[in-house]
Every structure is written in C-alpha cells, then in structure tokens.
C-alpha cells in the first residue's frame, strides 16, 4: 500500500525509538497528551507505547467525536424517530454509544426505528431522494474534519430542493476543547508537558489556529499524523522542544497541513453553519462558542426546528469516569467499572465504544501485557 | 427435490413451462400444490438431479458408511446475493462442506433449505440452483433432500439457504478445537479478508472498485492433502464471519492456551489492506469463505506448510505464529513495530470509525 506502509515501516520506528530514548532526559518526566482518538488508535494498535521510555507517557485527550458528544444529544436523536417518524443516518461507531436509560441507537433500530449507518453524507442525501415520503435526518457528528462534507450536503439538498433532508448539527470546534483541557490543568487537574495536535482538524483549519497555546498556556504543540511513525517522530519534536525549553506550534504532517488549513472548507462551512453560544461535552462540560448550529439561511434543513424533541435528559451511569478519562485525569484502568462492567460487549461509556475511544483502545490492545521478551525489551531500550 | 410437507405425487403435466425469464416467485410457490411441485420439478430438480430426488420421497435413504460421521448445519444469508466470485448458491455449498471438512471428513451428502421472498425473479433462482449444482458436482457430494418455504415481500431477503452436510471422518483422525497446546504451530491456508472485501465492495453504498474476488471455495480436498502429509493435526477452523481473529480467540477459549502471531507474516493482498485502510475496517476480522486455519505440533508445521503450498488451494499458505500457556486465554500479536496488541474477540459489528 503505497503512501501507507511507509509509515508504518518497523526498522524505522526502532531507530526513531533508540534517539528518543537516547534524548529524552532521564531527570525528567514527559506527559504528551495526543489529542485526537486517531493516535490513540495508532498507539495502541502498533504498540508505540512499548517503545517509549519509561518516563515518556502518552496522556489520552478528548479528540473522539463520538465520545464528546454528550448522551442527551443521542437522547434527542432517539426521540426523533420515535415522536417524528423520521429516518436517522449517522456513522457507524455512534451506533454502540450508550445513551440515557442504558439505550443505544443499535438498540432503538432493534426496537423499530429507521436508523441507517451510512459512509459519507452522500449516502444521506440519496437516501432522501430514493425515498420522498420519508423524512430523512442526517445526524451529523464529528470534528472540523468531518463538518465541511455536511456542508455540501446542506447546500446540495438547497439546490435540489429536497424537502425530505435535514441535518441534525452536532459538529464541534478543537481549539476550544483544547482550551477547556488547558484552563484545567495544573494542580488537580491533568498534567501535560506537551500535545501531540490533530492531523485531519489541522488540514481544515490550520496550523496558525493552534497560536494560543504556546501564547496563553505556555505549552508546546506539534501537530501530529495519524500514522504510527508520525506519532513518533512528533514525539521526538517534542521531547527536543521540552529539552531545549522551547515552547512553540510545530508542523510534523506537512504533508497535509499548512499554516491557514483550507480555505474552500471553511468558507462552506462559514456559508452554511455558525458557532452557537455553548454547547455541553462529554467530560469537559458546557463549553463557549465550541460547536456549529445550522446558519439561519438554512434554518429549514434544521433538524432541530423541523422536529422540536424535548432536551435529553442524558443522565450517565453512575461510576463511568469517561468525563474524566476525557479530560486525561484518569487512566482507563481507574475506572472501577472499566473490564468489570464495561466492556466493549457492553458499554457503559462512551471511551469505550469507538475504537478511539481511550478505554476502548486499553482493552482491545493492551488491558494486559506479557511479560517482553528480552530481544524486544533489548530492541525498544 | 422432495418436500417434507408434501408427497410428490406420480409425474404429471403442467399447462405452461416455468417463466424463467420474466417470472417471480410468488406465495404459491410455497403453498404446497401445483406451483410448488412445478417450482421443484423444473427448477431444482433440474440443476440437482440425482437419485434421491428423483425418488421424489419426503426423505432420502443413505446406506450409513463405515466409521464416525461429521454433521453439520449452516444457514446463509448474504446481501448482495451474487457477488463477485461466487454467490449465494454456491456459497451454501462451501460453507458447510467446509465445516465438515474441518473435522477431517470427507463430505458425502447436503440437504438445503430455501426460504424464497415473494416477487425474487426466478431467473435469480435459476442462477443461485446451477450455481450450487456446479458447486456440489465439483465438490463430489449429492444435494439428497430439500424444502422450499415463500414468506411475504419485506420478510425475507430475497434468498436464504441453510444447507446440512454430512461427511465420514477417516479413521485415526482426532481434528478438534480443544486440541491445542502450548508449542503448536498456527497456520494459514492463504490471503485474508477477500471474500468480506468483494461483499463491501458491491453493497449499494459502497460501490468501490476493486478487482477482489471472494475466496469461496471448498476446502476439503486441501484438508485431505494436509492429512496425508501430517495425520496429527490437532486443530482446523475456517475463519468465516469476524475472520482470523474470532477464530483463534473462539480456538483459544476451547483449549484453555493463548496465541501468539505476528504481524509481518499474515498474508493479506494490497488490494484488501487498502480497501480495509479505506473503509476504517481491520482485515483481521473480515470474512473468508476459502481459507482454513491449521494448527498442528511444532516439528511438523515445516511438512504440513509444504503440503499445503504444493495444493492449488493452499499456495498461499503460511506459519503465522504460535499457540503459548496463557491463563487469560489471550491472542496477542507482535506488530510490525516489535509492539504487542492483543487481538480481541469483535464487539459487535465490526463498524467503521469515523476520522
């Protein structure tokens, strides 16, 4: 596989190992927080961690789209179908997400809903043209990355004038969750020496929207791809800037990102969407200005004023440390629930249904380890 | 094709031959008179003529042969019904010939049964009845017995098949998923993932372009081939739904041992890692419908691999790891990276992540 496999070549990732090993100094800790549910996937799935030193630690952010995306809204969701008939499209990890009442849109699509999985929004808007009489929401979750295809739909379903699509808008804004995480680190809260930034989030809005961290919290920020090897040699950028007391934004994944991100995204998604005011995240509370509404000029591709549900009530399982998991205060393994109650069979949090999601990840790759071999342990030293 | 529910009276005429062409089923096809018996005169039994039809009984009669028997069931229900490779027709009849062979056995007979939705056009039929001839021919067994049911448009999915085979296991021959112990080798017959490829790839959806065939085949003649070679195989699977990984993990609870693979030597075409980096999915969890997973004592994987390499079916084949102690029952794999992960049983459907 051309362009993937370089990236994950292991004779290059053992080298790279050896000189972070080599430079990371011993005296000290370093606590890198990865953003986003893709290099916690990275992590875990290519055993990046085994190859870190020992004081090198990964600290898993809140970067998973569907592990933000707060119960009462999958409630909302749920009661579309139920009290409006319609048909929800939605991507396929949001389909094991529990929601309030240990329900799940899996298991209201048991119960009779019309609940598709679909690819891309495309899929969405075919789904309404194939079918004029039903009402077809498109429940649209995700980062920066996944907002500008929701965009398209919406103008699309303008043009066509199809009167049986809307959009269910949960899309979210990484710089002010990154900002959430920031203003509560410190003592009680999460310890981070450095970020391993979004690598798809960037290719849209770019490298410069990162400035207020080194600015404002004084950390450094090297925006990382989703490929093991990018992961590393992050972290090697890192680990240098920690040592030389550098603190600025750096760029690993030039291959895709540049310093103002794409301006065609954005201006479809200025064109079609607005911040609203707050919005609630799982884990970090109700945030300003962190997540897009549907703009006024398409108020009636508005899920949400086409068919008006009552708030969610979205009430967690008592004992589910997914807020904090999500913050980066705890470890999967805190959790008291976590391979006793929840498991991926059965969820009681979000982290730990999406194969990024951070508990999800622990248990999948790495809930218990061998001991290494000593070729191995010799290799990753 | 007999029918359980109905006597086939003596042969008889009827007023039209089966629209073939422009014809659908419909519920009285299913219903037990004239249409039915003209659906499996001039449809099934047709394409599957053989003796115990032809008997037109509401059973067929086999002469038990010497030694122990291998019985197994298996219902499908594949969305697209033809797909590139194969179809469901013929996929009924690898299925369980391959579960049956996974006990060692030579397989002898099938039984199917079809459970038709109102308005699948007969041509479909037609197609899905040669194919599973052609199939059975090629995989020397008889289809003996048979039932058709007709449910109602939007009860069914077109076509579901649930074939019963039954085989006859060679004597000294103790193939089990319980067998495995700690120092076995673990073996693949050869590529992963391309019959659950070529099924994405032709749902409505998806629609992407590959050249991805599925594997579906029958594996028993292989299986023979490997006995021959290393009549001490402690334990065959074929790694159908939820793939490679669901299979060891389901081998690994049953003897009580954890597996240990590596990365680097799983076969696995360009086209389906590609397809699978596209799709969000892991080619460790996706289908085969051709390919077995063999696990035998460690000094003679070298002579089995050889076996297995020097069979049409088995070119491909690779050593992909070992079975290891392991209280947790865990399958663990060492990474391209040198790194562990454990490969867990699927949680649910296998679904795509979405960045």
Redesign the interface.
Known sequence: ?KY?DEF???DL??RLARTIAAEADPRREYRLMEF???HT?AI????????MPPNLRFVHGPGC??CVLPMARIDEAIAMTSEHGVTLCT??????VPASERRSL?KAKAAGADIR???STQ?AL?CARRDPARQVVLFA??FE??TPPTAVALQSARAEGLRNFSVFCNHVLTPPALAGILSSSGPGGVQIDGILGPS?VSTVIGSNAYAFVPDRFGKPLVIAG?E?LDVMQSTLMLVRQINQGRCVIENQYTRAVTPAGNRKARALIAATMTVRERFEWRGLGWLPASAMRIADAYADLDAEQRFPVAAGSGREVRGCECPSVLRGVLEPTDCKLFGVVC???NPMGACMV???GACAAY????????P?KTA?AG??A | MSDQDQPTPPPRRFTARLDLRQGSVDMSHGSGGRAMAQLIEQLFRRHLDNPWLAAGNDQACVLPPPGRLAVSTDGHVVAPLFFPGGDIGSLAVHGTVNDIAMAGARPLYLTASFILEEGLPLADLDRIVASMAAAAAAAGVSVIAGDTKVVERGHGDGCFISTTGIGVIPDGITISGERAVPGDAILVSGYLGDHGVAILSRRENLGFETEITSDSMALHDLVAAMLAAVPDLHCLRDPTRGGLATSLNELALQSGVGMQIREAALPVRPAVAAACELLGLDPLYVANEGKLIAICPAPQAATLLAAMRAHPKGRDAAIIGEVVADPHHFVQMETRFGGQRIVDWLAGEQLPRIC
Do not use: N
């Open positions: 596989m993937v994950r070549d292991g990732a053992r986003c549910g893709g996937h875990h799935r290519y055993g990046v961690a085994d190859l789209p569907v991507y396929g990890d949001l389909m094991r899996l999985m679909i690819y899929d075919a979750i995700g990355t996944t798809h989703f093991p498991t991926p069979e999406s194969s990024e248990w999948s790759y790495g809930r218990f380890r061998q290494r191995r290799a990753a």
